[in-house]
């Protein structure tokens, strides 16, 4: 049995390399990719493996632009070749092979070049170091895509909130992505980027920013330096100055709590809903506007319930849906 399950595994990294490589091959068409997505979908392995070794592919495409004119990879990389697979015969997974050797010799290694997404579930926050040892920290149901390319290391935030590190000494543009905008930050910048309906927040803890919130017209870029918020959207974008204590307020999520301070009831429940898959919901408009000071766990609604139906003539009920209902409680009630 466990032979069989390492056989498995082997096989099923050995399709997660041919798949990098295939992705990677300008004739890649988009039913390659469409069979892509559905063997990816198929299971969390599949994904696991897939991220592995588009990491170990885009070391190898770095290995090669540290040998200019290099067209194959170093000999002794290719020691450990595995046997060729029976894809071989597309020329794009000539290239396969290859990409599952060096795997062998460079995985563990957070790069990758044909675009590489990691991404958090509901409630979670995740820590990525890449491979120049700049950071990302995904926030909850986030997801980003990284590429190294062309000389600029690029990450395109496609849903959430992050917060970027940019790494000191490294002089390759750092350049993030983020509904439409394009930012670019200076070095050792830390900045967070939030996606909202319309358009995204940029605040900037450390470091300056460059951000260009409408590439397609030629305007100048705003220059956003350490202890500024900026919004932009489809109507146009505002900055304004934030102290430190708020910025740590924003980003309390990096220590997996909220921080409310003065927001109304409405919107500490939608933040509140961002981390739970047990929702809230507010039957009772009247109620909406409460004000709300105070820190609670992102992973314990009931907690911040407790805290509002004892401050508030609130009182909490359970939904057919199984959600969290809250109303208005009648002055002869008593707090539950």
């Known amino acids: 049995m466990e032979r069989e399950t390492g056989s ?4 099923v990294r050995q399709a997660a390399a041919l798949w990098v490589v295939r992705l990677d091959d300008p004739s890649c068409s988009a039913a390659d990719r469409a069979a892509f997505e559905a ?11 897939y991220e592995r070794e588009a990491v170990a592919w885009s070391r190898l495409e770095r290995l090669r632009a540290m040998r200019p004119g290099m067209e194959r990879p170093d000999r002794d990389l290719l020691a450990e070749r595995r ?26 290694t957070m790069t990758f070049d044909g675009g590489t997404a990691y991404a958090t579930a509901i409630g ?40 970027f590190e940019a790494a000191k000494g490294d002089v390759r543009p750092f350049v993030i992505k983020a509904a439409d905008a394009v930012m670019q930050a200076d070095g050792s910048t830390e900045m967070a980027v939030r996606l909202r309906s ?26 956003l330096k350490a202890g500024v918020t900026a919004i932009y959207s489809s109507a146009g974008s505002r900055s304004h100055a934030v102290s430190d204590s ?21 919107q500490a429940v939608a933040e509140f809903n961002r981390y739970n898959k047990q929702q809230i919901r507010i ?22 319930v407790s805290a509002v139906t004892s401050a508030f003539p609130v009182r909490a009920g359970a939904g057919a849906d199984g959600a969290i209902r809250l109303s208005r409680r009648a002055v002869a009630e008593k707090a539950g």
Not at 39 to 49: F, G, L, N, T, V
Not at 130 to 148: A, C, H, M, P
Not at 204 to 221: H, M, Q, Y
Not at 252 to 259: D, K, L, N, S, T
């Open 246 to 266: 708020e910025i740590d307020r924003a980003l309390a999520w990096r220590q997996g709590a909220i921080a409310l301070n003065g927001q109304s009831l409405e």
């Open 39 to 49: 063997w990816r979908d198929d299971s969390h392995e599949h994904e696991a493996a």
């Open 198 to 223: 319309d358009g995204a927040a940029v605040t900037v803890k450390r470091g300056a920013v460059d951000l260009d919130a409408a590439p397609a017209e030629r305007k100048d870029d705003l220059r």
């Open 283 to 304: 039957a009772d408009p009247s109620i909406s506007g409460l004000r709300l000071a105070g820190y609670f766990q992102t992973t314990e609604p009931n907690s911040f």
């Open 83 to 108: 046997p060729a697979l029976p894809l071989a015969r597309a020329p794009w997974a000539r290239g396969m092979a290859a990409a599952a050797a060096i795997a062998l010799v460079v995985a563990g």
């Open 124 to 163: 979670e926050r995740r820590v990525v170091v890449l491979s120049d040892n700049s950071r990302i920290e995904l926030n909850t149901d986030s997801k980003v895509i990284v590429r190294y390319r062309k000389g600029v290391r690029e990450v395109k935030l496609v849903r959430g909130e992050a917060v």
């Open 8 to 11: 498995r595994r082997e096989a």
